[in-house]
């Protein structure tokens, strides 16, 4: 049951969380809650690991969702609602930030030029990433959840000839597929003439009169024909995954605006560059000393876990490293200025945008992406 903004308390679902003891069943039995806010994702249904040191093989993906403590889960983390327990079948959001490391950053190892592994690719997945000193995040889980694949795909047209030397460079042996292309170059060299007599009345009616006239024009018009399209639809790649997310954050006491006040500012932190670059190779330049301030540090990168319980939630699809690219907060969310008797806003419309760091590929599906 996810949970429900405005509401005291949760009912009971089978367990609470309390800091003493941490996860509890209805009986008062601990349940060891795991090292991790997000604890380590697997996709083996079977098989659950409660070392957050541990790493998930998925065929050749390694896959870690997130670094965070286990004092997330016993109040060491921002939470709304900030005083609701976390039950074992409660749904909620997790949020861990994470400093951003460069995807070509020499690290000192060694690799082959032009061949990049996936696990070198899915290097977000693996424990490269240091986490940042911004407390980790726990909301509830919003209303609408939803991600999407595009695929691009673009018709490219192919002259005969370049089609011809296409299909015959599509050969298996190396040799004969340049000893085709060669023939078909040639066998196409008859069709240049008049092709190129097509291209100097076009050129030339275009110089004379400024019109803009293709050789299919002047095909069309003198013999009723155009050339041949050879119109083929080509994969040209990915786009990045984008979501976004939406909070209505209503307080209902002065400590959960406070909480609810750091957390719109940790997010806000989140996503806005450091006015300190923190690269150390830049100080020393022959520029000077103070060559280092013309840059800024890259912001933060943020880890976005769907949790039910002290678990990874695989019944929604999951999200690799996620850049935050927009915050948006609503002061007024329901229309008109209201304030406490002490000036802090009575509710919040908190709505986060991110984009994923990396592609989605085929194996990464089985992981639970």
């Excluded at 015959?168 to 060669?182: C, E, I, P």
């Excluded at 008859?190 to 050129?203: K, L, M, P, V, W």
Aim: hydrophobic share 35%; net charge negative.
């Amino acid at each position: 049951m996810p949970y429900q903004p405005g509401q005291d308390a949760l009912p009971p679902l089978g367990g609470t969380l309390s800091p003493q003891v941490g996860f509890t069943d209805t009986s008062g039995k601990p349940v060891v809650a795991p090292s991790s806010a997000a604890a380590n994702y697997t996709a083996n249904s079977n098989q659950q690991s409660t070392n957050a040191q541990e790493k998930t093989n998925v065929g050749t993906l390694k896959v870690k969702a997130s670094k965070a403590t286990a004092s997330n889960l016993a109040g060491g983390a921002l939470r709304y609602p900030h005083d609701s327990p976390i039950h074992v079948d409660a749904d909620y959001v997790a949020f861990d930030f994470y400093e951003y490391i460069p995807p070509f950053k020499n690290d000192g190892s060694t690799a082959e030029i032009g061949v990049i592994s996936l696990d070198k690719y899915n290097a977000s997945a693996d424990s490269q990433y240091s986490k940042t000193t911004l407390q980790s995040i726990l909301l509830y889980m919003p209303e609408d959840i939803s991600t999407g694949f595009k695929a691009n795909w673009v018709g490219k047209n192919f002259s005969n000839v370049g089609a011809g030397a296409l299909r015959s460079a599509g050969g298996t042996d190396m040799v004969a597929k340049l000893k085709n292309f060669g023939e078909t170059i040639n066998e196409g060299a008859d069709r240049f003439t008049t092709i190129a007599g097509a291209q100097i009345i076009s050129a030339a009616i275009g110089k004379i009169t400024g019109e803009s006239v293709s050789l299919d024009d002047v095909f069309s018009s003198t013999r009723g024909v155009i050339l041949n399209p050879n119109t083929e639809l080509l994969f040209t790649g990915l786009d990045l995954r984008n979501f976004s997310l939406n909070f209505k954050l209503v307080p209902r006491s002065p400590s959960e605006a406070t909480q609810v006040e750091d957390i719109i500012k940790t997010f806000k932190r989140a996503m806005l560059p450091y006015a300190n670059s923190g690269a150390d190779d830049l100080k020393e330049s022959p520029f000077g000393t103070d060559f280092q301030a013309s840059f800024i540090k890259v912001p933060d990168l943020v880890q976005v876990t769907f949790m039910r319980g002290a678990q990874v939630n695989k019944n929604v699809p999951q999200f690799k490293m996620c850049a935050l690219t927009g915050v948006d907060v609503n002061y007024t969310p329901d229309g008109a200025y209201a304030t406490t008797e002490d000036g802090r806003m009575v509710a919040y419309q908190l709505t986060l945008n991110f984009q994923e760091t990396k592609l989605i590929l085929r194996e990464d599906i089985d992981a639970g992406y």
